[in-house]
């Protein structure tokens, strides 16, 4: 398979528009709070009779200090103690959750995100992992994804190798950008030997995947200044990046108020950082995974995708598509069966509940005959490029022409605009189409088609 892209600035600017990421569909959006955990529990129960193995999530959302860009679950605070409450209740989560899932099911997958998993003292993760190895089938042998995101100023000596002890063999360093006045405008200070000495540790260790977070569009940076956070990130060589667009939303997220708006680089710069960015690193040898994400050639997800094995979830790009996902804590969101389920999002709800031994649930959605089809479209063309009609027509059972004639339709444009090809067997993204992935997708959200009719109707 092709895994080259294309940088045209005249089509990107054309189709600069905001959508979903899809590491779901339907999206987080069309959670909602009818779905119970009675709901969840049926869900589990036939679950359990397909069978399987499972992927685990886990939200640690303490941080010690706020980045200021930050748009993740977090709960920031200077004291430690705020932990201690959480991991009890999370525990207790562990074991509930753990009754419930039939004990054979092995977890191929698992994985702790936050915030930030390593504000929790070495004591705590040993006891996170001690009582979901109690509850769970976890693996013995290193065989399975187990991984985990690290920010290097929250680690000392020993982290790295506690990690890998506890059987973490994934890991990800947020990083963002190695600029000092970018650190100082966003609040994140954090030197370059910090973070290139938590990657040596975490190689030292025997990490098989190592992944380094970036972010392009935060205040002051420019084409030169991120290039020479690049040439010190490809000296360090990870075997995976994440470059992500700075999605600043500062009536939704208050931090980013503290960000001068005149500091923002314009959406020219924007353009042309994640230009410099795509020809760099496809230079150095990465191939463009999708949304954002860069892998070496012999990387996993790579190869994943080369195979046609890739999958999407709410971690981002996966190689374990046939795992049901179960979210613990609070924020996290999982799927199981054709289901997806949020957890409460704040401290006193979680603890209440949990004290009640109920299951946390916040939001859900029981998914439709129709959500499963655009689902496996959208999941094929985000992580494949390419769509062969033949494959879902078998397996859902429909005329590809005709159960989707008006998508079909609006690709006619994108095809004459170079994004794809359209033929009688499918769909193939071209490598300029592939920075676009998510409008393509976008086509085929149902739920994002009706939206858009509703405020057409609205400003009639
Ligand atoms: C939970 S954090 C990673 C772990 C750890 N807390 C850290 O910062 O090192 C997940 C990642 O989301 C990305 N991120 C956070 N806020 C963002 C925003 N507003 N726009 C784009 N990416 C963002 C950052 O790259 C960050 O590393
Ligand atoms: S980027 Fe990471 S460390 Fe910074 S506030 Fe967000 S979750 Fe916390």
């Not at 089938?137 to 929250?154: A, F, M, Q, T, W």
């Not at 100082?184 to 975490?202: D, F, M, W, Y």
């Not at 995974?289 to 892998?295: C, L, R, S």
């Not at 005329?399 to 989707?404: I, Q, R, S, V």
Request: charged content about 25%.
């Amino acid at each position: 398979m092709d895994q080259s892209i294309l940088f045209d600035l005249k089509l990107i600017n054309r189709y600069d528009k905001a959508g979903p990421r899809y590491t779901s569909y339907p999206t987080a959006l069309e959670l909602h709070e009818g779905f119970s955990d009675t709901d969840y529990r049926w869900h589990i129960a036939k679950s359990n009779r397909a069978g399987g193995p499972l992927s685990l999530y886990f939200h640690l959302p303490f941080c010690d200090t706020v980045c200021f860009y930050c748009a993740c679950n977090k709960i920031v605070t200077k004291n430690r103690q705020h932990a201690a409450p959480y991991l009890d209740n999370l525990c207790k989560e562990i074991a509930m959750q753990g009754s419930l899932f039939d004990s054979s099911r092995v977890v191929n997958q698992l994985h702790w995100g936050g915030g930030t998993p390593t504000f929790l003292s070495d004591m705590q993760m040993r006891r996170l992992m001690d009582v979901t190895r109690a509850h769970f089938n976890l693996k013995n042998d290193d065989s399975g994804e187990y991984s985990i995101e690290v920010d290097p100023r929250e680690t000392h000596d020993n982290t790295i190798k506690l990690l890998r002890e506890l059987g973490f063999n994934r890991i990800s360093l947020g990083v963002q950008d190695f600029d000092s006045d970018v650190q100082t405008a966003v609040n994140r200070l954090q030197s370059e030997e910090q973070t290139l000495s938590v990657l040596a540790s975490a190689r030292a260790e025997g990490f098989r995947s190592t992944n380094i977070d970036l972010i392009y569009g935060l205040p002051l940076q420019t084409v030169e200044t991120f290039s020479k956070t690049l040439d010190k990130i490809l000296d360090a060589e990870p075997d995976r990046l994440s470059v992500f667009n700075y999605a600043h939303m500062p009536a939704r997220f208050k931090t980013q108020r503290q960000i001068h708006e005149a500091d923002l680089p314009s959406p020219d710069v924007k353009l042309a950082i994640l230009q410099m960015v795509g020809l760099r690193l496809t230079q150095a040898g990465y191939v463009y995974i999708g949304m954002d994400h860069f892998a070496k050639p012999d990387d996993e997800l790579a190869i994943a995708q080369r195979e046609g094995k890739l999958y999407r979830n709410f971690q981002g790009y996966s190689t374990h598509s046939d795992c049901d996902l179960v979210g613990l804590g609070i924020t996290s969101i999982g799927r199981v069966g054709d289901a997806y389920i949020q957890n409460v999002k704040d401290l006193e709800t979680y603890d209440r509940l949990i004290h009640h031994q109920k299951l946390p649930v916040f939001k859900g959605v029981d998914l439709d005959q129709d959500d499963k089809l655009r689902r496996a479209v959208i999941t094929q063309l985000i992580c494949h490029f390419e769509l062969n009609f033949a494959a879902i027509e078998s397996q859902f059972a429909i005329d590809f022409a005709g159960y989707f004639a008006n998508e079909l339709e609006a690709l006619q444009l994108m095809q004459a605009d170079g994004l794809l090809s359209l033929s009688d067997e499918g769909i193939r993204v071209s490598s300029a189409g592939r920075l676009l992935i998510r409008n393509i997708c976008m086509v085929f959200d149902r739920y994002l088609a009706q939206k858009k009719q509703q405020q057409f109707s609205k400003v009639i």
